[in-house]
């Protein structure tokens, strides 16, 4: 099966500081992708990556930035976390090219920005 | 643009009626169609899709949905609902030539005993 863990269940962070998530995956998958998710917003696309060190804007990418150094794990970080950036933190990951392909998702991470 | 519209906020049906989560959609070239289901405080986790061949989809958890062309819609449904399918559901179809998946906002379903 495949496994799409993330560091960290839950998360409370202050204004203004900088905030790491995690996401790995065991599957070799070469795209990968970071979602947040609102109550009537759905899923929105922040950042995806199809390869180690190559990288694509989502949907919103403001705020945010990414790091991908090793095809297995992929780094959502927030330079300045602000209160609008609570949300629960989606991270999938799928191969490439195969646009057939299911995403799978890890757990997710709420985040709370105080 | 793709995108795709999920008209009800929420779906309330009594344990052992059927269950239809409605999902309509808006690509340019063919469609790939896709329905995930989040428990609380989990993931999502994939259901079904459909990509080419039968309209007919049939998916985990006996869930099932039906491909329409003409009404670009892509309805999931389960013949006779459980307490434990009370969760949110996600539609979300990818375009031809388009590796991001563009999701709804999610219906939920509450089943009642």
């Known amino acids: 099966d495949v496994k799409v863990t993330q560091s960290s269940r839950y998360l409370v962070k202050r204004t203004g500081e900088k905030v790491f998530l995690e996401c790995v995956q065991d599957?070799?998958?070469?795209?990968m992708f970071w979602y947040r998710q609102d109550p009537g917003l759905g899923l929105r696309l922040i950042y995806f990556s199809y390869d180690v060190k190559m990288k694509e804007k989502g949907d919103i990418p403001e705020g945010y930035s990414v790091s991908r150094e090793k095809k297995e794990r992929f780094s959502l970080i927030l330079e300045s976390a602000s209160t609008n950036q609570t949300s629960m933190y989606l991270c999938a990951s799928n191969k490439f090219p195969y646009l057939t392909d299911t995403q799978y998702f890890g757990p997710g991470t709420r985040l709370t920005v105080l | 643009a793709q995108s795709v519209a999920q008209p009800e906020d929420q779906v309330n049906v009594a344990e052992g009626n059927p269950l239809t989560v409605k999902c309509t959609y808006s690509v340019s070239g063919n469609p790939y169609l896709f329905w995930y289901v989040q428990y609380p405080n989990r993931g999502l986790q994939f259901l079904l899709k459909?990509?080419?061949?039968?309209?007919l989809v049939k998916g985990s958890y006996g869930f099932e949905a039906e491909f329409n062309k003409s009404q670009t819609s892509f309805h999931l449904k389960k013949p006779s609902a459980l307490v434990s399918d009370s969760a949110l559901y996600f539609c979300a179809v990818r375009e031809e030539g388009n590796n991001r998946l563009a999701f709804g906002k999610g219906n939920q379903v509450v089943v009642i005993p």
């Open positions: 599957m070799d998958h070469e795209n």
């Open positions: 459909y990509i080419t061949g039968d309209n």
